[in-house]
């Protein structure tokens, strides 16, 4: 006979925990994370967003050291105060988000275009500064 350990339908796993508090920080001043993609192209870090319904006028994007930080509001406005709604999906409300980047960026070159919901931002890498081999030159006092 195999034992199966047994479980409570309403516990959390450990890992859930772990995972919870380590999203804490980003949860709590946003109702929404947009998805996104960070990958590396021709010398720059490009990231790619999921705005979809944000006013791309109403999203600020920064670089602070080498932490992107996107943070947008989107506010709906209805003219009719009460519906019968079967459903309520469409919401507004904020986000925002802060990605730490894999390399070192020259932040203030930051350009970003916005097409069919899609925030696409591209940082150029910093140049490396090479270290330089300094000799010691012996000077006689007499």
Partial sequence: MTLVPFRHGWFWEPNDIDKFFDEWPQMKSADFMPAVNV????????VEAVVTGFDPKKVEISVQD???ILKGENQKKSEVEEKNYYYHEV??????RA???PVKVAGEKTQAVYQDG????????????????VQVKVVNKK
């Fill in 39 to 46: 990958y590396e192209k021709d010398n720059k870090v490009m």
């Fill in 66 to 68: 080498n932490t992107l």
């Fill in 91 to 96: 919401k507004s409300g904020s986000f925002y």
């Fill in 99 to 101: 990605i730490t980047l």
């Fill in 118 to 133: 899609i925030l696409k931002i591209e940082i150029p890498k910093a140049k490396e500064i090479k270290s330089k081999k």
